[in-house]
């Protein structure tokens, strides 16, 4: 009889650079990869982070961890727990000359360009089940041409998320549509939107659309109220947070552009220079040789 999908306890052991399937039985501290993640709890309650907001789950949640994103794993209690993890490069499911249905399924998702549920109870989602135990009894029995069976599961999982994220869109929508009555809860929704996405790639015409106004009305709407525009208030926002990054960690000016929401290092760094006066290692040492006087 074949095994249910908890009672598939193993790990893969010729697991290659293009994905990895393990069982994790420990506290993991906030890290990032260049992989997609998706956890299964198959053990204990465990406290997840991702994206600086935390949440506890239970056995048979699944939580989808992006590329490039900020997570950890924890104990709840000293409580032993259990996880299925599955990372994959998404280098991996691109054909050498990207095809149009490739980008605009996977790069939707690793772009933040469609909203996905991170938690959810998959014990509930048969098809999607049905995909994970596939794809590890084909990683576990390694029969001819499994690779490309694995493959294919991986293309499976994308295009579940896809939908998923389709169905949870509309409901979004819907529940904004309902409260977006006024120019202040529009801006409510948008300081939100802000400060959950302010790492990523944002226009302008994004976030209008997210409020369900036209462009030029938008820009209007918000000078009106903000006394800048849009793109200001979101440099602002991002400024705030790297001189936050600058002075309580140890990460690198290209990084510390990343985590902003900024492409290129030298545009941050020009950027950065216009609104205070210095570069950001100059704040950066300014601001070490301070706390190094206020402890004195």
Known sequence: MQKSFEEQYFVSGDNDA??????????????????????????????????GRETVVNPGTLIFINAKEEHFTDFINHEKHKILCIQFDPDFLYTIKGIDHEMKYISSLLNHKVRYPVYMDARRERELLEILNELLREVEEKKNGYELVVKADFYKL???????????????????IKYLGNDENRLKMVFQYVNENYMYFITTADVADYVFLSYPYFCKMFKKHMKITFMEYLNKVRMAQAKKLLVYTDFNISDIAAKTGYRDQNYFSRLFKGMFGITPSEYRKKEAERGGEDGT
């Open 18 to 51: 293009s994905f990895k399937i393990f069982i994790h039985e420990h506290s993991s501290p906030l890290h990032w990869h260049k992989y997609l993640e998706i956890l299964y709890i198959l053990e204990g309650k465990v406290r997840v982070g991702i994206g």
């Open 158 to 176: 994308i295009v579940w998320y896809y939908r998923v994220a389709e169905k949870f869109w509309k409901e979004e929508q819907d529940e904004r």
